[in-house]
């Protein structure tokens, strides 16, 4: 009995050898980045971010005017203390939206990357099946592929096409 399932198993393995698989290599990243619905949520998280980025970037500023004028040697200690108060309190705020922005965008990319990627899965299936493909690999575990292989400019045209920006 066990040498007929080996006898079957090796005639089974040396029928798939001689099948020929069709590949198609994608690098879903760069198709992912450069779908018009990934473009537009960055054109939109900056719009939305703008007016606390743009915070971040003037409470440096004041820390820098802050540190200019404790350098400058120009302050009695009492000055100098006070402006010391008031650098740590600014560099205490600049931490805090620093952080919370950086988690606020942080979980919104990742939301959006998360449903863009399970579409471009799906996509990507599509695809395979109009072309005829067995398997579709990723090119970031891909030592060598010849370029006719690459379908990643297709996987965003399909995708583009599929989930059209409003």
Same mark, same amino acid.
């Given at each position: 009995?066990? =040498?007929?399932?080996? +006898? #079957?198993? *090796?005639? +089974?393995?040396?029928?798939? +050898?001689? +099948?020929? &698989? ?7 990243? @760069? ?6 619905? /990934? ?8 719009? @939305?971010? =703008?007016?606390?980025?743009?915070? &971040? #970037?003037? %409470?440096?500023?004041?820390? $820098? ?11 009695? $200690? #009492?000055?100098? $203390? ?6 740590? =309190? ?14 606020? #965008? ?18 990507? =299936?599509?695809? *395979?099946?109009?072309?005829? %493909?067995?398997? /579709? ?10 370029? *006719?292989?690459? %379908?990643?400019?297709? *996987? ?11």
């Amino acid at each position: 009995m066990n =040498k007929l399932l080996f +006898a #079957v198993l *090796a005639l +089974a393995s040396v029928g798939a +050898a001689n +099948a020929q &698989i069709k590949v198609g290599i994608v690098n879903v990243q @760069k198709a992912l980045l450069d779908t018009e619905e /990934i473009k537009k949520a960055q054109t939109e998280m900056e719009a @939305k971010y =703008k007016a606390r980025t743009d915070k &971040i #970037v003037q %409470l440096q500023k004041e820390l $820098q005017e802050i540190q200019n004028q404790l350098q400058s040697g120009k302050l009695n $200690q #009492v000055g100098e $203390q006070e402006l010391n108060a008031e650098g740590q =309190k600014k560099q205490r705020d600049l931490q805090r939206l620093q952080q919370d922005l950086q988690e606020d #965008v942080d979980r919104e990319r990742n939301d959006v990357l998360q449903r863009a990627g399970t579409r471009m899965q799906d996509v990507v =299936k599509k695809l *395979a099946d109009e072309k005829g %493909l067995d398997l /579709i690999l990723d090119t970031t575990n891909t030592l060598f592929f010849k370029p *006719a292989m690459e %379908l990643t400019a297709d *996987a965003t045209t399909a995708y583009n096409k599929a989930y059209p920006v409003k």
